[in-house]
């Protein structure tokens, strides 16, 4: 955004363009659309019909999938501007659609232009389906309508034009028995809550320790089963649990007594679980890392160094960087930066991965000295919230950057760009 603030698009159009037709975002259900922000790089450009063009031919084949859901977004901002291209693109994909089938791709955005009609014309639709088979399921209206129309208010336009038309008639009662299902279940819902005690109980009468020593030779038995029971056990129970992993040989049985642990804290580094720490089983041994990483002991410091150091650290490995996070010296920032800077990064995954677990790091220690970390977080990891957290770390070190701190004003990020805004 910046180059193009300062030098147009001429010699980056095609790679904005791909930008627009491919979602950038590692998860955009988490890191929210970035549509607006890409939008925002080429509305009113010299470049706009070339993207206008491009992106209108992709509408009829996208799918309901982030790709798809990106296009139809970017379509919609472009509709709410006057593009009609745009605006009639997404009106022949919406109602091509076989109403019969349980989501239609791309109501909220035609609705979002077309208001209450596009509405109707759908409950009117949909209500047809019913009428011609009464299993069917249909949109939820909820999820048909755009933000910008409030939803007790199309409800309340759809009931007074259901008495005229039996089609939309049959929409509106399929939708208020299944929100009142929803209610039913919100009130179900808090009676569980109320009722975690009683649970809790039954539960552990249900898996007492013989029976969860029991299971751990059981290949069928759930991680849920160990972790809920840890989670619940009394001290006793736990310090049975750790005298059968001192004697515990098997792999599989050794990393479900572990996830008793998950949740339980240990009150010292018990050495059986610091002899697992180094098993030859990756899962026995990720297991181990994670119940010992919540703990701080010499030994762990030492681990964690070792463990950077490996030439076989990587990404798979990033998890290991926890044990840092109660066991950091002054000086192993040196050796995680260095873990960190020799790993390849061109898998998103991969980046994330390690950037996820860098991040945490950086949060958990809380040291000036981790500003190259988090810093390599916000040059590497793909994922945007990741790249908030080392920028707000970096703030609350007083070591952000002036060339970065410029930069995340114009971040795809809603949030860093709000952040920034708020700093003079």
């Not at 849920?224 to 750790?242: I, N, P, S």
């Not at 599989?252 to 804290?265: I, P, T, W």
């Amino acid at each position: 955004m910046m180059h193009l603030r300062d030098h147009g698009m001429d010699d980056v159009e095609d790679l904005v363009l791909a930008a627009c037709l491919a979602e950038q975002c590692l998860d955009s259900q988490c890191e929210g659309s970035r549509a607006p922000w890409m939008y925002s790089l080429f509305k009113g450009a010299p470049a706009y019909p070339r993207f206008a063009d491009a992106i209108v031919a992709a509408i009829p084949h996208s799918l309901r999938d982030t790709d798809g859901d990106h296009l139809r977004a970017l379509a919609g901002l472009m509709a709410r501007d006057g593009d009609a291209q745009a605006a009639d693109a997404l009106r022949s994909f919406v109602w091509s659609q076989d109403f019969s089938g349980l989501y239609i791709i791309g109501a909220s955005e035609l609705t979002a232009i077309d208001g209450m009609p596009a509405v109707v014309e759908m409950a009117r639709r949909l209500g047809t389906v019913i009428r011609q088979d009464a299993d069917a399921c249909v949109e939820m209206l909820g999820l048909l309508i755009d933000k910008a129309l409030v939803f007790d208010t199309v409800m309340s336009q759809l009931s007074g034009l259901a008495a005229g038309d039996e089609a939309i008639a049959a929409y509106v009662a399929e939708q208020e028995r299944d929100y009142a299902r929803f209610a039913r279940y919100d009130n179900a819902h808090a009676a569980r809550a109320a009722g975690a005690q009683i649970r809790a109980r039954r539960f552990m009468r249900n898996n007492p320790i013989e029976a969860i020593l029991a299971a751990a030779s059981c290949k069928s038995s759930q991680q849920y089963q160990f972790r809920k029971f840890g989670a619940l056990a009394c001290q006793d129970d736990l310090d049975r649990v750790l005298e059968r992993l001192r004697v515990e040989r098997d792999p599989d049985a050794c990393e479900k007594l572990l996830n008793v642990f998950y949740r339980a804290e240990l009150t010292h580094l018990d050495d059986r679980i610091w002899e697992l720490a180094s098993h030859s089983e990756r899962g026995v041994r990720d297991a181990a890392e994670v119940v010992i990483s919540r703990l701080s002991d010499p030994r762990l410091r030492e681990l964690a160094r070792q463990r950077v150091c490996d030439p076989a650290f990587s990404s798979e490995s990033a998890g290991e960087l926890a044990l840092f996070d109660r066991n950091y010296g002054p000086g192993d920032e040196t050796l995680i930066l260095a873990a960190l800077e020799r790993q390849p990064v061109d898998d998103d995954a991969e980046a994330y991965d390690l950037g996820y677990s860098a991040v945490q790091l950086c949060t958990e220690a809380r040291s000036p000295v981790l500003a190259g970390v988090a810093l390599w977080v916000y040059r590497t990891c793909p994922c945007t919230i990741c790249r908030l957290h080392a920028v707000e770390m970096l703030l609350e070190w007083d070591c952000l950057p002036a060339h970065i701190a410029a930069e995340c004003r114009y971040d795809a990020s809603d949030q860093l760009r709000a952040l920034m805004h708020k700093i003079p």
